[in-house]
C-alpha cells in the first residue's frame, strides 16, 4: 500500500460561472450593428471584471497580486467612460450592467481563503480578460467606426500584458499547497 495521494484543498474556479463571455453576442452580427453590440456588451463585461477586481484588492493575500488588481481597475473604469459615450452617440441609449453574472462569479469566490482565494481569483480573472481579448480582437477587425477600431487594438495590447503577468503569477506563486 503506498501513501494516499495528495489532494489539493482548496475548490478551484468555477469556469462554467464565466460563460461564453461576449465573443458569442457579437461574432454574428454585421457591420452595422457590431459597433452599438460591442459599446454594450464591453461595457458589461469591464463592469463585472472591475467588480471582480474590486473583490480581489479586498481579499488578496498577495501584495502583486492586488496591485494588478487596482491597475485593471483603474484602466477598465477609463474604458467604460469611452464605451459608455460611443454607446451613447450611437443612439442606443445607455450601456447597461447586468450584475447576475457576476454576482455568480463573486458567490463561487466566497469560500476560498488566503492562498486558496488568490489562486482561484486570479484563475477567474484570466478567464475574464481572455473573454474580453477575444472581443477585442473581434472589434479590431469588424468595427465600422475607426475611434472604436483603434481602442480595440490598443486594449488588445494591455490585455495581453495582463493575462501574462497574471498566469505568470499562477505559475510561479500560485502553487496551492497540498494535504
Not at 41 to 68: H, P
Not at 154 to 161: G, I, L
Request: glycine letters at 10%.
Amino acid at each position: 500500500m503506498g501513501a494516499p495521494a495528495a489532494q489539493c484543498p482548496c475548490p478551484s474556479a468555477t469556469p462554467g460561472a464565466l460563460g461564453a463571455g461576449p465573443c458569442a453576442c457579437l461574432s454574428g452580427l454585421d457591420c452595422a450593428d457590431f459597433d452599438n453590440g460591442y459599446t454594450g456588451t464591453l461595457f458589461g463585461q469591464n463592469s463585472d471584471v472591475i467588480a471582480l477586481t474590486s473583490l480581489g484588492i479586498e481579499r488578496s493575500t498577495d501584495r502583486n497580486l492586488r496591485d494588478i488588481s487596482g491597475e485593471i481597475r483603474t484602466q477598465l473604469t477609463s474604458e467604460n467612460l469611452k464605451l459608455r459615450d460611443w454607446h451613447e452617440r450611437i443612439g442606443s441609449g445607455p450601456a447597461q450592467v447586468g450584475y447576475g453574472r457576476v454576482q455568480t462569479i463573486v458567490d463561487s469566490l466566497n469560500e476560498p481563503m488566503g492562498k486558496c482565494f488568490d489562486v482561484a481569483y486570479a484563475q477567474t480573472l484570466v478567464g475574464l480578460l481572455e473573454q474580453s481579448k477575444a472581443a477585442h480582437e473581434l472589434a479590431a477587425e469588424k468595427s465600422g467606426t475607426p475611434e472604436i477600431k483603434q481602442q480595440a487594438q490598443f486594449v488588445v495590447r494591455y490585455t495581453c500584458d495582463w493575462i501574462f503577468r497574471l498566469q505568470r503569477w499562477i505559475n510561479e506563486k500560485g502553487q496551492v499547497p497540498t494535504a
